[in-house]
């Protein structure tokens, strides 16, 4: 069993910088990703960072390229969402998540559905 506890959410202006911080506690299977879910849609990936000994991916979706890094502390089993010129369409939910297995070479590492442990999620919200 994993635990995520996600923290840093909070109200900023727009073109502020926030950086987000989600800790595992438990095995996490060498993935971890940051999803985003705001009212009315869908949730959506935002960031995955994958890694085995040396090796680590990133995955970003495509609006918070060059804006979002996803980052990993393997000490502190935690990883970070630092995100800089946030828009009001960045606000949603933010949730950490974690797989219950390891990936597979080829598995779509950017699907929600592979993920197995969800922490509670964290409030960002942008203003104008």
């Known amino acids: 069993q994993v635990q995520l506890a996600e923290s840093g959410g909070r109200l900023v202006q727009a073109g502020e910088s926030l950086g987000l911080s989600c800790v595992a506690s438990?095995?996490?299977?060498?993935?971890m990703g940051w999803f985003r879910q705001a009212p009315g849609k869908e949730r959506e990936m935002v960031a995955v960072?994958?890694?085995?000994?040396?090796?680590?991916?990133?995955y970003y979706a495509d609006p918070v390229k060059g804006r979002f890094t996803i980052s990993r502390d393997n000490g502190k089993n935690t990883v970070y969402l630092q995100m800089n010129s946030l828009a009001p369409e960045d606000t949603a939910v933010y949730y950490c998540?974690?797989?219950?297995?390891?990936?597979?070479?080829?598995?779509?590492?950017?699907?929600?559905?592979?993920?197995?442990?969800w922490g509670q999620g964290t409030q960002v919200t942008v203003s104008s």
């Open positions: 960072i994958r890694w085995s000994g040396l090796f680590k991916n990133t």
């Open positions: 438990g095995r996490t299977f060498g993935a």
């Open positions: 998540a974690a797989p219950n297995r390891p990936f597979t070479p080829t598995e779509d590492v950017t699907n929600k559905d592979v993920y197995a442990y």
